[in-house]
Every structure is written in structure tokens, then in C-alpha cells.
């Protein structure tokens, strides 16, 4: 009898670290969207590569300071400089895409077709590392491209090829995931996260600093507003607030019970377009929003097995 009382204790305790975890896990990528909701408003007040060069220089800055408050001058190293100078350009290129396409296109659109990363970082692996993929994921990754193509239709006609940008901003993210694969275990997750952030911004500038020099009057600088400012500086701490959640989460349960809660982005981005923005989705847009969502539960599934 205790023998029974004990193991439901045990059981109680696991289920309770799992339900923290998995709100820990909403809480952190629901908040990234209603990041992505604040920097789309700044739409039309600044160039979104200014925009994400700004944001990723006030990041840098932030998680210097506690790197430093934490772990003190010998915190800040440089380990495997390679893998950490990919890490910030891909990082920097998914931004740059994905900022620029929110700007052009309803939120959620830009949002699911970026959930195409995990597949693509999947396929990638499997030619660049001659990673063994199941017919299984290559059938789900095919499928996930129908769906983007069903998503993109309406912007498709109304932008042209600049509705293919939050395509490429999943093929940025791939590169990071990848990227990040080879940096795990050379550093702390706070080392980590500044690195990236500190190689993304000066090439964010750059790429800014490009857009400005080209002569287009969508991608001049000026001065930006308080409100870009404060909208930058809050994207910068509620990003960091984010990954930490997340890491909580898969502290208290584990990555796989983790991993699906990351769709909560997409809801969270589709109330925020149909609240803020009036952006409502038709149907065709929402069935291939769940092709992609359908093919990464699949991937997430396949993988855990």
C-alpha cells in the first residue's frame, strides 16, 4: 500500500513538472509572436533592416551586461570562431528576411511559412552530412511545400517574388539550427546567446547601412521615433524572457513534450493580425497553414522515434 502511495506521489510530482513545463513552453513562444506583433507596428516608420540591426545591437548590449554581471570579464570567449560567425549570419539573414516580410504581409502568413525550417534544416542535414532521412520525412517535407504554396497564393499575386522572403527566412533559421548543433557544449546558453547576437548586429548595420547607400526610399535612415526605440528595446527583453521560458521548459519535461507547444506562435500570430491589424486568413490560407503544422508534428514524431 505504500509501495502504491509512494509511485502516485512520484507520478503526481512528474505530472506536475510536466504541466509547468509545457506552460512554460506557451509562455515563451507566445510571447515571441507578440514580439513579431510589436515590430510589424513599427511598419512604414523605419526600414525593417534598420529595424533588426536596431533590435539585435540593444540584445547584444543587454545580454553583454549580465554576461559580464554573471560570469564576469573571463566569461566573454570566442569559442570555435567559425561555427560562431555562421551563427550570426544566418541569424542576421533570417531576421532581415523575416522583419522585411512581416512589414508586406499578414503575420501569420509570414509566421507558418517559416515553420518550413525544421524540414529544410532535416533535408539539408541529409545531403550536406549524409544523414539517413526516412521516405516518411521526405514525403512530410514535399507535402509542407504544397502548403506553402497554398499559404503564399494571395501575397504571391499581390507582391510578387518578395512574398518568397519568409521562405527565406526558414532557410535562415535551417542554417542557425545547424549552426547551433556544431556550437552546443562550447559555452554557456548565456555566452551563446550573446554571440549570436553580437555577430548578427554588426552585420544587420551593414546590410541597413547597404539598403540606405541603394538610393530606394523604403530603405532610407533617418531617425528613428521614441516609439521604434521602445519597441526595439522591448523586442530585445522579451526575446531573451522567451528563451528562457523555453529552457525552463525543457528543464522541467523534456524537449519532446516541448517541441509541439512551438505552433503556439501561429495562433498567437493570427489573433494578433485579426485583433491588431485586420488581417483575417480565408480558409485555402488557413488548410495549408495546417498542411505545414501537419508535416512538422509528423517530423517532430518521426525524429522522437
Known sequence: MA??????GESDGAGRHRGAGMLFALLGFALLSCGDGLIKSTAGQWPGMAVAALRFTLGAIGLGLVLLIREGPQGFRFPRPKVQLARGFFLAGATVTFF??????????????QFMAPLLTAVISSILYKERLSPGRWVATLIAFVGVMIVLRPSFADLG????????????????MMSNARAAGSGSVLLMQFLVAAVAAPLLILYAVLGHLSGMPSLHIGWPSWYVVIVC???????????????LAT??????????????????????GVVFYRD??????????GVIIASGIYLLRDGRR
Open 161 to 176: 517574388p518578395a512574398a518568397l522572403l519568409p521562405l527565406a527566412a526558414a532557410f535562415g533559421m535551417s542554417g542557425l
Open 3 to 8: 509501495e502504491n502511495t509512494t509511485n502516485a
Open 100 to 113: 522585411s516580410s512581416i512589414f508586406l504581409m499578414p503575420l501569420a502568413t509570414a509566421t507558418s511559412i
Open 233 to 247: 528595446a522591448t523586442v530585445a527583453v522579451s526575446a531573451s524572457f522567451s528563451h528562457m521560458f523555453v529552457y
Open 280 to 289: 483575417y486568413p480565408d480558409l485555402v490560407a488557413l488548410a495549408g497553414t
Open 251 to 272: 528543464a522541467r519535461s523534456s524537449a519532446a513534450t516541448v517541441a509541439p507547444m512551438v505552433y503556439v506562435q501561429i495562433i498567437v500570430a493570427i489573433a494578433i
